[in-house]
């Protein structure tokens, strides 16, 4: 009975927002046999960060950089990367400092996202033109935090990234904030001083997403903070290079399991186009 009440109080603090670093990977590719090297790469203020390149059957010039959600650590990927890797692509799965293996960084839980997340994923883009250099076609996916950084560093660096695929998430950070405690009754603390194109996808698109090739943002139908006026705010601001997708019965938590066929088929379209 502890141990239930336990999880499921994490779970209400962490629907809620707070962020929750893991250290330790619960699986990692070795364990399902992937073609993979681990990887180390600095940020602009040099912290080192630690990451997963899964690689293809065969070599080529496609990659996508995923970003987590703030909750856990980039083992949730594992099977979504196989399955980009099954596409063709050579993915890039990486911790945010204070997460996994890489830097430590001291995290309060009452935070919704640090600024300094927009360095690691922009360190993550640096490694790849730095070492991969070959690489013509580099795309964002993201989850929640994850999600929102992949369409403000990707419209802001819109001469590196082509597509970005986002799932849940945020507009800007007042909007979630907002949401966040008429829905949930939680209060987050928010990063102060932050380049608002580096962070909150709407001042990014605004400024910078007319070179994008596209955008596909999925979202839960069923999900009361990131929810389809919320998405739709997010399109509005680059209405030519957002299409949105919502989720038929899925929550934030639940855009990929409710229909991992449905999920599937979604970014295998929006990818061969």
């Known amino acids: 009975m502890k141990r239930v009440m336990f999880a499921l109080s994490f779970f209400v603090v962490f629907v809620a927002g707070a962020l929750n670093p893991v250290r330790e990977y619960s699986t990692t590719p070795a364990d399902y046999g992937l073609n993979y090297e681990e990887v180390t ?23 996508i950089i995923m970003s987590h959600d703030g909750d856990g650590n980039m083992a949730n990927f594992i099977e979504l990367a196989s399955y980009f890797v099954s596409l063709g692509y050579s993915v890039l799965t990486y911790d945010y400092r204070g997460y ?25 883009i640096d490694f790849i033109k730095k070492f991969h250099p ?17 369409i403000a560093v990707g419209a802001t660096r819109s001469n590196d990234v082509s597509r970005i695929i986002a ?64 998405m739709k705010k997010i399109a509005k ?31 295998k379209k929006f990818l061969s186009k």
């Open 41 to 63: 790469f600095k940020t602009s203020d040099n912290l080192k960060l630690y990451g997963w390149l899964f690689k293809p059957s065969q070599d080529n010039f496609k990659i």
């Open 100 to 124: 996994g293996k890489s830097q430590d960084f001291n995290i309060n839980p009452d935070f919704y996202i640090y600024a300094q997340f927009e360095k690691d994923l922009n360190g993550a």
């Open 134 to 150: 070959r690489t013509r076609n580099i795309i964002l996916y993201g989850k929640g935090i994850g999600a929102a950084l992949s």
């Open 167 to 230: 799932d849940s998430p945020y507009s800007t950070l007042e909007d979630v904030q907002k949401l966040l405690k008429e829905k949930k009754g939680k209060e987050v603390k928010m990063p102060l001083g932050y380049d608002k194109n580096m962070l909150e996808p709407v001042f990014a698109l605004e400024a910078k997403g007319a070179s994008l090739a596209g955008v596909l943002i999925i979202y839960g139908n069923n999900d009361p903070i990131y929810n389809e006026t919320m």
């Open 237 to 267: 601001a680059r209405s030519s290079v957002v299409q949105l997708q919502g989720i038929k019965n899925a929550t934030y938590e639940t855009t990929f399991t409710v229909s991992k066929e449905q999920y599937q088929s979604l970014l």
